[in-house]
């Protein structure tokens, strides 16, 4: 599974910004798909999961009811929404799909076997 994210950028203290990743590959459906991110002298941090059929969904406290993980299997493609960002959103934020949801809240997803090349959220206060 290759993964690509795009929509990052530049954006104003309480603005919102939407994250996709591209999935190739014909497994991706059948996957846990998730976000991580890490901040410049800080560990990478899980933001999001979703399991492969969409039902179940899990959330980091820091963005929980503020970030909305979706995705869409007939596009082979996952999405963050992000509402109500903060200064300490600031990060590279990455795409990571695999197998076993449980990797993805487990040691900062060093057990992940997939991930997106990753992209900057800047947000300004």
């Known amino acids: 599974v290759q993964l690509v994210e795009s929509g990052g950028g530049l954006v104003q203290a309480g603005g919102s910004l939407r994250l996709s990743c591209a999935a190739s590959g014909h497994t991706f459906s059948s996957y846990t798909a998730g976000w991580f991110r890490q901040a410049p002298g800080k560990e990478r941090e899980f933001v999001a999961a979703?399991?492969?059929?969409?039902?179940?969904?899990y959330y980091a406290d820091s963005v929980n009811g503020r970030f909305t993980i979706s995705r869409d299997n007939a596009k082979n493609t996952q999405y963050l929404q992000m509402n109500s960002l903060k200064p300490e959103d600031t990060a590279v934020y990455y795409c990571?799909?695999?197998?076993?949801?449980?990797?993805?809240?487990?040691?900062?997803?060093?057990?992940?076997?997939?991930w997106g090349q990753g992209t900057q959220v800047t947000v300004s206060s």
């Open positions: 990571a799909a695999d197998p076993f949801l449980e990797r993805f809240t487990t040691a900062q997803g060093a057990y992940v076997d997939y």
């Open positions: 979703i399991t492969w059929s969409g039902s179940n969904t």
